[in-house]
């Protein structure tokens, strides 16, 4: 399971950007709106890091950082103040404090800082189960795999693509791991962090540390044209020894075909390219995912129903997130539908699989039916293709005995029994 991040922030707005934040590090974000309620969640679970502001609307943010540093395993702990005093920092520095933040938020430098904290304080548990929670049997991440296995094996440059939330990061680490440099260093960078003028300059940093090791170059699309000659100055000139893995949450390829970005960089980023599906697109995946995220609970047929219907627009981030939540309410050991985040089991959002259906139908048809009205297939043949393939995932379903199914789906058993044998 990713870290947990404690944000107490009694500031709606400012809580969920550093939420935003916290997810984009592939972490994930506990909010507490008062100090006591701070208190009481560090007091349920261990925290790879805490983000505290000083001024909360009970207790001053010094007494939670107090209570904080006394756990027998004290999580690092982040000061935000809108009124920072000399004193403030002094106090807040002397009760351990990691890092003094003052409103309003420099977001990228906070990122930083997370980053280096949780980099470092990272279990190695967390480490060890990264392969695992890369699963899937669709054919899409079977695809995705070879091109993964393919990327291990060799010392090229990676493009990994994928909408948020889909795995990019995840995937490039596992390459890491399992290829030539896996004793190397593996060093991220998002020019996002930085401000236009200082983002080269932590590029090069980035460089320079990474080494003869790894270079993972996140959200690369984003570049600015200034910023994308200079990766291209660096691996031109044959001064950048790192192995180099960049992640694009748009089409790449269709970026350089609008002028957004560079063709010979592209080809120089793309030479093995792994695209990773969104959740949407393998709904399939989604029993398996849950029960490796789920952390030992069970989750009835319902909740996987349910989980199956829903459109997750945050990919498997959102997953891990909403099973977080589920199990941190669930009293029992059992994940229930109503334990799961509100709008995932809304009606509104549970029609994908339909849409999806439809269009998957429609593509089918269009192949059958693109020819001369001489050779047009008949309906009933083709209903009889359709209901037979329903009726084989029908069966299985019943564990190939037709007289279950019957029953379950108020058919006639002799007729059923005819379909069968005419399937």
């Not at 349920?44 to 000083?54: E, G, M, S």
């Not at 929670?133 to 090229?156: H, K, L």
Request: proline share 5%; net charge negative.
């Amino acid at each position: 399971m990713n870290p947990a991040i404690l944000i107490i922030e009694d500031e709606y707005a400012l809580a969920g950007a550093l939420a935003t934040v916290v997810r984009r590090l592939e972490a994930t974000p506990v909010v507490a709106a008062s100090g006591q309620g701070g208190i009481d969640k560090l007091g349920t679970q261990a925290f790879a890091l805490v983000i505290l502001d000083i001024g909360l609307p009970d207790i001053s943010g010094l007494k939670v950082l107090e209570k904080a540093q006394a756990l027998p395993q004290p999580p690092p702990v982040l000061i935000i103040t809108a009124h920072g005093t000399l004193e403030t920092a002094l106090e807040a520095r002397r009760l351990g404090a990691r890092e003094y933040f003052l409103k309003p938020l420099d977001l990228g430098g906070v990122q930083r800082t997370i980053r280096e904290i949780i980099g470092t304080a990272r279990p190695a548990s967390v480490d060890a189960k990264l392969d695992t929670t890369m699963i899937g049997t669709s054919e899409p991440m079977q695809r995705a795999f070879a091109v993964i296995a393919q990327a291990s094996g060799c010392d090229t440059p990676v493009l990994l693509q994928g909408p948020p939330g889909s795995g990019k990061s995840l995937a490039a680490q596992v390459i890491h791991r399992h290829g030539v440099r896996a004793e190397k260093p593996f060093v991220t960078f998002r020019a996002d962090e930085w401000s236009a003028d200082r983002a080269e300059t932590a590029m090069n940093e980035a460089i320079g540390k990474a080494a003869d090791g790894v270079l993972f170059l996140d959200e690369i699309s984003s570049w600015s044209k200034p910023l994308q000659a200079a990766l291209m100055h660096q691996i031109t000139a044959g001064t950048l020894k790192a192995r180099l893995f960049s992640a694009s949450s748009q089409d790449l390829a269709a970026a350089v075909n609008e002028g957004a970005f560079r063709e010979d960089l592209f080809y120089s980023l793309a030479v093995l390219k792994v695209s990773l599906p969104s959740l949407r697109e393998r709904t399939g995946d989604i029993p398996a995912l849950a029960a490796s995220l789920a952390e030992g609970l069970a989750l009835s047929a319902d909740t996987l129903a349910a989980l199956k219907a829903y459109s997750w627009p945050g990919n498997v981030r959102e997953l891990q997130t909403a099973l977080t939540h589920a199990g941190a309410v669930c009293g029992g050991n059992t994940i229930l539908p109503h334990h799961l985040p509100a709008g995932i089991v809304t009606v509104e959002q549970s029609n994908h699989l339909e849409e999806a259906m439809r269009r998957g139908l429609g593509a089918w048809l269009d192949q059958k039916t693109t020819t001369s009205d001489d050779s047009m297939p008949a309906y009933d043949d083709l209903l009889e293709t359709v209901e037979a393939a329903m009726l084989d995932i029908l069966l299985r379903r019943f564990e190939g005995k037709p007289t279950r199914l019957a029953a379950a789906m108020k058919m006639n058993r002799a007729t059923l029994r005819r379909k069968l044998r005419e399937a």
